[in-house]
């Protein structure tokens, strides 16, 4: 059963009105929009479907948009949709995490990770409370690490271990990083005068440390309270110990044997040095600076601490010390950590070994488009592999360039370099790498896609673009997923090639035409693609066909004989058909009976129709263009025809009469169209209005009148309404 599209849209992007059911009894259909109907404002509608977004009318926003699509009576998922713009330089495929070649190595390389991770946050909770920040806080441990020991963060670790193994505790171990290292705190102290009284109180400090009978630099006071603490806590006193504390000056040892002796002692020598006036005084000229309240809470805690205002005469030193006591203090979650990592960097290795070795997706895509585009000046490769597969990074594609024994290679990172060598269409070759990637994700999911591809192959010389061509054969002849695709294009080369190559069967493919009402989308016959005026010879009865023959004719003999002949004279039926669609003197006395002369030189195998030799072939083409007018508007090729015709002829036979009013000898027999209407704008230059339609028609049917080797785009390209309009606007003020 065919797949059916139903469209109902208005005032999307410009689109007043489109309804449509597309009919998919082959999985592409082709869509022929001349610039400005319809391609760009569809293309844009479906992309918002695709993103979950309503389209509106960017022109007329007050408009009220409405977009119904559905396929097979179900509303499409956005998901369902992918629009493939004719170029987007920042577009790249969200599907690189389903590239893997091998799940199970993918598996194994997350497992080692988790591993790794689940240690390395024990460490760091760990080392946020010693910190001051909480555990639960998510202040990141790494950079603090790296910034302090100026290496990455596992190998600063691992450059560690021989300092924390033979460490042992300080009497800084608890200090509180948080509030000594505040941002504010730094840079108080990084200031000269900050940093002379920390110098100062520091220099002090020392000295009335070293004046103690009990005390040492090595020995301070909230070294002995410590030891106070420990020795009360584990009834050290109530098991009848005691202790003997030294007189460095007279060496007699003192015996304390109670807790509260030893307390009482240790808070006299505190006070002793704490106490002195001029210590006191340096501390209370620190503490003036202490103003805000970041810098407050640092005054508290170093008013409770001041034992470490000596350490931060050297800050970055002190810094570091900390940091190794703390990992010191966490040394169990240190040591689990450094063991899974170092364990797990040996399977790592041979993980990312693997997955370099073998195979995958991207290797796929990366070689499907090299063979494609053989025409383009470099070559593809995934730089980073194993990190595609394993880490779900995007690829790193490198271009190689050769010539000859020369190579250079540019990473993705020098893309900005690399457009500067590459032509437009080299460059778009990279955005469509990118689509390619999508549609084969999209295809080894097995994923239900509506594909819209507007104007795929511009830009691309021929050489490419039928790499494009190719590969939108390969899209829309696949039978293992549901891919459905809708070419647009305004290009009808590219139509007759896709419908040619069975892209697009000839039943499916479409023209846009756009009026008041909206866009209407009209079906192709085959004959119309291919070669209509082959058709045509067989259709000559009809009257529009035989009056739409005449400059088709009149080409076969400018292509197969010339012009002129070898000796330079005017080839007569050239003349004679060039008479029949320009106003000479002499059309109006031109009959069927010269037509049919013409015609059975040309075509000796075909019949002409049985029609009075005798009438005029100026009244039969002008009649033929009346009767078109009823035509609604389509492809029309035969009537856009005729009716440029009737439209040049009216033209010229004006502005020729109009002339020979001043000039009566007047000779148009040489002159083409422009040169008859640049002598009417040189007679006539007040006539403004009738210039105006006159510059009209010339700009408007040449192409029309003279099928070139494009065939006939420019005829298609011309909405027959505005045709049609110009048609009766020259029968209004010329005739």
């Given amino acids: 059963m065919a797949d059916v599209l139903s469209l109902d849209l208005e005032y999307c992007y410009g689109i007043a009105k489109l309804q449509a059911d597309l009919t998919f009894s082959h999985k592409g259909y082709a869509i022929y929009a001349p610039n400005g109907v319809m391609k760009t404002s569809f293309a844009k509608t479906m992309q918002d479907l695709s993103k979950g977004q309503k389209p509106t009318d960017l022109a007329f926003p007050d408009r009220i948009s409405r977009c119904d699509i559905t396929l097979n009576g179900q509303v499409l998922g956005q998901n369902e949709i ?88 300080t009497d800084f171990d608890g200090a509180d990083y948080k509030t000594v290292f ?26 009335l440390t070293q004046k103690s ?21 584990n009834n050290f006193f109530e098991a009848g110990h005691s202790v003997n504390l030294l007189d460095k000056a007279s060496a007699q040892k003192s015996e304390l044997t109670t807790s509260q002796q030893l307390e009482e002692r240790i808070e006299a020598e505190k006070a002793a040095v704490l106490n002195d006036a001029n210590l006191k005084a340096k501390f209370e000229e620190f503490n003036a600076k202490l103003k805000n309240k970041e810098l407050q809470a640092f005054r508290d805690y170093i008013t409770r601490n001041q034992h470490l205002l000596p350490e931060m005469k050297d800050l970055k030193a002190f810094e570091r010390k900390l940091w190794v006591q703390y990992l010191y203090t966490a040394r169990e979650e240190y040591k689990t950590l450094l063991v899974e990592y170092k364990s797990g960097q040996d399977a790592l ?61 540019y990473k993705d990172s020098q893309r900005r370099d690399l457009l500067r060598i590459l032509s437009t269409g080299e460059a778009r070759a990279l955005y469509i790498l990118n689509i390619m990637l999508e549609i084969y994700m999209r295809r080894k999911l097995r994923k239900k896609t509506l594909f819209i591809f507007d104007d795929i192959s511009d830009s691309f010389d021929y ?49 846009a035409s756009k009026s008041q009402e909206g866009v209407a989308l009209t079906q192709f016959k085959r004959s119309d693609i291919r070669n209509p005026f082959d058709k045509w010879k067989g259709r000559l009865e009809e009257g529009v066909i035989l009056a739409a023959f005449i400059p088709f004719l009149r080409n076969v003999i400018e292509y197969s004989q010339g012009m002129k002949d070898a000796d330079g004279n005017s080839n ?164």
């Avoid at 990366?366 to 494609?372: H, K, L």
């Fill in 82 to 169: 992918f629009v493939v713009n004719s170029y987007d330089e920042n577009y790249s495929s969200g599907g690189i995490s389903t590239l893997l070649a091998n799940a199970d190595l993918k598996k194994q390389y997350e497992d080692v990770h988790k591993k790794i991770g689940a240690a390395k946050n024990e460490l760091d909770k760990k080392l946020k409370g010693l910190a001051g920040y909480g555990e639960r806080s998510r202040t990141a441990i790494a950079p603090i690490i790296e910034e302090i020991f100026s290496l990455p963060y596992y190998d600063a670790l691992l450059s560690l271990e021989d300092e924390i193994s033979g460490a042992s505790e």
């Fill in 182 to 207: 505040d941002p504010k705190v730094r840079e108080l102290l990084a200031k000269g005068d900050a940093a002379e009284i920390v110098e100062g109180f520091a220099q002090k400090y020392d000295e």
């Fill in 213 to 233: 009978p009990v005390l040492r630099q090595e020995f301070q006071y909230h070294h002995a309270s410590q030891v106070q603490q420990q020795l009360k806590l």
């Fill in 349 to 409: 290795k041979e993980i990312v070994s693997e997955a370099s070795a073998n195979p995958n997706d991207w290797d796929a895509v990366i070689g499907d488009f090299n063979r494609r585009f053989l025409h383009l000046p470099f070559e593809l490769r995934v730089e980073n592999k194993a990190d595609v597969i394993l880490k779900d990074t995007a690829p790193s594609i490198e271009f190689f360039f050769r010539d000859g024994e020369h190579e250079a290679v």
């Fill in 463 to 511: 050489k490419n673009k039928f790499a494009i061509i190719d590969y939108l054969e390969d899209v829309t002849k696949v039978e293992d997923v549901e891919f459905l695709s809708i070419v647009l294009t305004h290009n009808f080369d590219f139509l007759r090639t896709v419908e040619s190559r069975g892209i697009c069967g000839s039943h499916q493919c479409f023209m």
């Fill in 572 to 735: 007569p039926d050239y003349i004679t058909l060039t008479r029949m669609v320009h106003f000479k003197d002499e059309s109006s006395d031109l009959t069927f009976g010269d037509y049919k002369a013409v015609f059975e030189k040309a075509f000796p195998n075909e019949s002409f129709p049985d029609v009075d030799g005798t009438a005029s072939i100026l009244d039969f083409i002008l009649a033929q263009a009346d009767q078109c007018l009823s035509q609604p508007d389509g492809i029309n090729l035969e009537h856009k025809i005729v009716v440029s015709m009737a439209i040049r002829i009216h033209a010229e036979r004006y502005m020729i009469a109009k002339i020979r009013e001043v000039e009566d000898a007047y000779d148009p027999s040489r002159k083409q169209m422009g040169n008859i209407l640049g002598d009417f704008k040189t007679t006539y230059n007040n006539l403004s209005d009738e210039i105006n339609v006159l510059q009209r028609v010339n700009l408007i049917t040449p192409s029309n009148i003279h099928i070139n080797a494009f065939m006939y785009e420019p005829i298609l390209d011309m909405g027959f309404s505005e045709l049609k309009a110009l048609y009766q606007k020259v029968k209004a003020d010329l005739v």
